[in-house]
């Protein structure tokens, strides 16, 4: 049996209530979002409010991101087109250059650092600690040596024809086919072919071709006259 339409009781109450119902609804709780999308337009803003953003297709950004706080990056990130960082940034982990890179401003590198490939410097190069050269080192330009120079047992320098060797700690000057030993400790130079011996107190000259039998050509330094003399 069909209800009766009460006619003196009015709608008013339902209406009411229904209205209530609408003004309390939270409808976007668990809404989605179809092919037609989202638009904010006028001004508005999405605010989230202890929660987050989550995309799991794409998001396009036309315009200007602006992030206050940490952005963390898990997987690749490609960037096209220039990029400013103003302020102190880290690269904690392996970093490769592919491509031409102008540094303007002070350098400094802690740690190894290998070169392959030419290195060019147009300025001027301080080298402050030890330096080690194991290949061919060719200088090209003028040189100015302002302190010692060691060679190492056994190595030379070469000028030419001539060459200054280091033999177990005494100093060789090589000219042409003639050698000449500098005894360290005794004031005493060599000829090797045995002519001549310049000591520190005389000149001893070996054997004189076409001299006669038995006359030797040796000089000294007197020691009270200081003049030079010939002895036996």
Known sequence: MAGLDDLSRGELADILR?????????????????????????????????????????????????????????????????STFTGDT????????????????????????TSTGTFTNNGPTNLNGATKTTGTLSVEG??????DLTVA???????????????????????????FTAQAGTGTAVQSDGVIHLYGSGIELGTIANAPAGATANLRVDPTTGTLQMCS
Do not use: W
């Not at 056994?154 to 700690?169: C, D, P, R």
């Open 153 to 179: 047992s056994g190595k030379k320098i070469i000028l030419g024809t001539a060459s200054l060797e280091n033999q177990a700690g005494a100093g060789v000057l090589k000219l042409g086919g003639t050698t």
């Open 142 to 147: 003028a040189t100015s040596l302002k302190s």
């Open 18 to 82: 229904r209205l209530r119902q609408l003004e309390t609804a939270s409808p976007l709780q668990n809404a989605s979002i179809g092919s037609s999308g989202l638009r904010v337009y006028g001004g508005g803003v999405i605010t989230i409010e202890n929660g987050g953003l989550k995309v799991t297709g794409s998001a396009e950004i036309i315009g200007a991101l602006i992030a206050s706080g940490t952005i963390a990056f898990t997987g690749t990130l490609t960037q096209s087109g220039p």
């Open 90 to 113: 880290k690269l904690n982990g392996p970093t490769h250059i592919n491509g031409a890179t102008d540094i303007t401003g002070a350098t400094t590198v802690t740690g190894d650092m």
